[in-house]
T-cell receptor
Framework: EPEVTQTPSHQVTQMGQEVILRCVPISNHLYFYWYRQILGQKVEFLVSFYNNEISEKSEIFDDQFSVERPDGSNFTLKIRSTKLEDSAMYFC????????????FGPGTRLLVL | AQSVTQPDIHITVSEGASLELRCNYSYGATPYLFWYVQSPGQGLQLLLKYFSGDTLVQGIKGFEAEFKRSQSSFNLRKPSVHWSDAAEYFCAVGAKAAGNKLTFGGGTRVLVKP
């Protein structure tokens, strides 16, 4: 069964550094998403992406965040200058879209900012 | 704004006993509703979903959920739990439009006693 994959599984970085989290969505899906879960808190929506542009973003998704689908298979989340409060589990999801709004999640990347 | 409440943070159940996890949502129209499960160190796995039609939906691993519009609820049930059901369970609500975000509840952690 096709799955969403994410790399790396864990990343440790220094405050102020840039990180790129990578995701490979399910191949025939049209919609892509990033969510995050700070330890002990709810899973929160960050951004959705369709047809090579952002379709919706939350107030969390400020100028330090960006998303890209660079090559038709990968979907990346870049955090330009990490802060301590960016430490969280980041989940990528994809969905077929038309006729089916289900979102299928990857295993997550645990980001720790020191 | 949409919101989801899972009133029970933790539930402990004996193996073989029945399980019911509560989920209440707030949403202006008929929502799409989902249950996901997260085992330790794993991502979010889709258990089941409700879009329309029969209000009792069947999912994987022997789970079912019932949509009750009058109570704004979507409770998850399993008649007989197995030790492998120990995990965290998340209810989520989304809009019918493709690409829209999911809003998650805070999760219910299920512990299974032998």
């Amino acid at each position: 069964e096709p799955e969403v994959t994410q790399t790396p599984s864990h990343q440790v970085t220094q405050m102020g550094q840039e990180v790129i989290l990578r995701c490979v969505p399910i191949s025939n899906h049209l919609y892509f998403y990033w969510y995050r879960q700070i330890l002990g808190q709810k899973v929160e929506f960050l951004v959705s992406f369709y047809n090579n542009e952002i379709s919706e973003k939350s107030e969390i998704f400020d100028d330090q965040f960006s998303v890209e689908r660079p090559d038709g298979s990968n979907f990346t989340l870049k955090i330009r200058s990490t802060k301590l409060e960016d430490s969280a589990m980041y989940f990528c999801a994809s969905g077929p879209g038309v006729g089916d709004q289900t979102q299928y999640f990857g295993p997550g990347t645990r980001l720790l900012v020191l | 704004a949409q919101s989801v409440t899972q009133p029970d943070i933790h539930i402990t159940v004996s193996e073989g006993a029945s399980l019911e996890l509560r989920c209440n949502y707030s949403y202006g129209a008929t929502p799409y509703l989902f249950w996901y499960v997260q085992s330790p160190g794993q991502g979010l796995q889709l258990l089941l979903k409700y879009f329309s039609g029969d209000t009792l939906v069947q999912g994987i691993k022997g789970f079912e959920a019932e949509f009750k519009r009058s109570q704004s609820s979507f409770n998850l049930r399993k008649p007989s739990v197995h030790w492998s059901d120990a995990a965290e369970y998340f209810c989520a609500v989304g809009a019918k439009a493709a690409g829209n975000k999911l809003t998650f509840g805070g999760g219910t952690r299920v512990l299974v006693k032998p």
